[in-house]
């Protein structure tokens, strides 16, 4: 859900008398970006909407346009990190639409190789230069160094977030093992 407008920092700095966890800048960070990537997101969504396009099927097109072989579809799940029955789901539609080719291994009939078809290579040929001329026009506004910027900060807010998933996930496992020990 997308805020018409985001909180004044004022407003922030009153909630945090109320809610003492709560740092100012940290929370008009977090509320920026969220915001930013709704409104991102939207715009994505405009544009790849006459296409019969989500984000997701955009992406699988363009990761299966980067090999000029045929992809285990196992590879394609574990390639955008998603299940395999999302997956499963997003090359079901793309079949079906003729954007790609299922292909069973002539060695295991268990394996399914995935590519694009030429409808498939049509049509990103026809959609990836205006949608990545869209992203430019989007970020346009910042200048290389900006960009750097934001980039850095991004991975460095992942990262935090991974390594704190990490160490929960260790305490997690370890408390586990002294429940069934004691």
Known sequence: ??????????????????????????????????????IL????????????????????????SESDEKI????????????????TGLLDSLERDGLIERIASKEDRRIIFVQLSNK????????????????????GVLDEKERRQVVASMQKIKTHLSEKERSS????????KKTRIG
């Open 41 to 64: 997101a939207e715009k994505e969504s405009e544009y790849l909407a006459p296409y019969n396009l989500s984000q997701a099927r955009f992406v699988v097109l363009m990761f299966l």
């Open 120 to 139: 498939g290579k049509k049509l990103l040929d026809k959609v990836a230069p205006g949608y990545f001329k869209s992203v430019s026009e989007m970020t």
């Open 72 to 87: 285990k579809s196992s590879d394609v799940a574990a390639e955008l990190a998603v299940s395999k029955a999302t997956v």
């Open 1 to 38: 859900m997308l805020l018409k407008e985001l909180p004044r920092y004022e407003c922030l700095i009153e909630a945090s008398q109320c809610y003492p966890g709560l740092d100012p800048s940290a929370c008009e960070v977090f509320l920026n970006l969220l915001h930013t990537v709704d």
């Open 169 to 176: 996930h260790h305490a997690n496992t370890q408390q586990k």
